[in-house]
Structure formats: C-alpha cells, structure tokens
C-alpha cells in the first residue's frame, strides 16, 4: 500500500490567513492525488482532483500544486466556512488510500 | 441532480449480519465505479473498497478483504456493503461515493452519500 503523511494534523488560524497543508507519498504517484473537505457531521466533498484541477463551484482560492510524491493545499485567504478537516487520497493506485486529516481551526 | 442515497442507521449486535445500500440516481450508474469508505468515530477516512457498477468489478483494500463484501444490483442502481459476523469494531459511519470518471479510477470522488451509521453493541 502507499502510505500518505499529511501535515499539520491540526492548525489554528484566522479569516483571511493563508494556509498550508502538505501530503508526501511513499512512492511516486505522478498527479493522482485527491484534496477533500469535511465538515463535523457531513460527507467529505472532493475539492481537487489530479493534484491542481478544481472542482467545479469550489473558490479559486483553494489552490492544489505538486507531483511525484509531494503535493500541497493552499487556501489563499481563509474563510468562515472554510473551517474543517482536509484530507489527502491517493488514487494512482489501490487501495486508494487517504492521508490523516488537517484539522483547521479558528484561532 | 447526481446524488447517493444510503440506507438508514442500523444498530445490530456482534455476530449478527448487515447489509446496507446506496442507491444512485441522475447519471448512467452501469458506467461508473462506487467507492465505500469507513469512518470510525472521531477519526479519518479508510477507503475501503470499489465496484464497477457495470460488471461488478470489485478492488478490496486488504485491510477489507475477507471481512465484508461490495456487491450491487444494476437493475435498481444499487451498491451494497455487506458482512456476515459484526463485531464491536466494526462501529463506524459508512458513506458511499461515486468516483468522478467512468473508465478510470484515478480522479477522486466526486459525490458522496450521506452515510449510514453502523452500531454495533452487545
């Protein structure tokens, strides 16, 4: 299995801070990397797929880059309802597995 | 509307057997693959397995296989997951999801279903 190291497990920030998340790979899985958002209560929500390419109706300040084995997620001006659990999958190969979750909390 | 609609809640005690549903509706549901995925309380997300809608193609993770069963009934546009002796461990929600791509599996999960929580207790 490839197994996924996301980083931080959790982050305290404020409404219009830019945020970070890293996802490393134990091996190369060229772009077949996966961005979700979780909010208490509710089904995951794909944010990005194939490393940078945004879901449709998802803002163009959630913004993923990388390849290979390291990718990020970046938030370019936190928002309310940005506030969340974020995950990782890979996809290039199965078991697709996920990363631990970012926890972003308000500051 | 794409959506995923799975079965209620279920409390069941160990040894009994389950089987819980997500049907899909608004897209060809033959041309796709549904992914489960299990979240136990207060932790992350464990993927856990997929099926091709339309010939029943199923990939285990092997942190899975042999513990439950994915299986589906194209002719109402329903995937199932499945076990035959719960245990205590097996407390968990479990939501459904259908990968963005028809052919390939590499995309992601574009639509999920709401989840159906699991209890299992003596």
């Known amino acids: 299995d490839i197994q996924m190291t996301q980083s931080p497990s959790s982050l305290s920030a404020s409404v219009g801070d830019r945020v970070t998340i890293t996802c490393r790979t134990s091996?190369?899985?060229?772009?077949?990397l996966n961005w979700y958002q979780q909010k208490p209560g509710k089904a995951p929500k794909l944010l990005i797929s194939?490393?940078?390419s945004l879901q449709r109706g998802v803002p163009s300040r959630f913004r993923g880059s990388g390849s290979g084995t390291d990718f990020t997620l970046t938030i370019g001006s936190l928002q309310p309802e940005d506030f969340a659990t974020y995950y990782c999958?890979?996809?290039?190969?199965?078991?697709?597995?996920f990363g631990q979750g970012t926890k972003v909390e308000i500051k | 509307e794409v959506q995923l609609v799975q079965s209620g809640a279920e409390v069941k005690k160990p040894g009994e057997s389950l089987k819980i549903s997500c049907k899909g509706s608004g897209y060809t549901f033959t041309s796709y693959w549904i992914g489960w995925v299990r979240q136990m309380p207060g932790k992350g997300l464990e993927w856990m397995g997929i099926i091709y809608a339309g010939d029943s193609d199923t990939r285990y993770s092997p942190s899975f296989q042999g513990q439950v069963t994915i299986s589906v009934d194209k002719s109402i546009n329903t995937a199932y997951l499945q076990w035959s002796s719960l245990k205590a461990s097996d407390t968990a929600m479990y939501y459904c999801a259908k990968l963005k791509t028809g052919t390939h599996i590499n995309y992601g999960m574009d639509v999920w279903g709401q989840g159906t929580t699991v209890i299992v207790s003596s």
């Open positions: 194939a490393a940078s």
């Open positions: 091996q190369t899985i060229d772009n077949y």
């Open positions: 999958q890979q996809s290039y190969s199965t078991p697709q597995t």
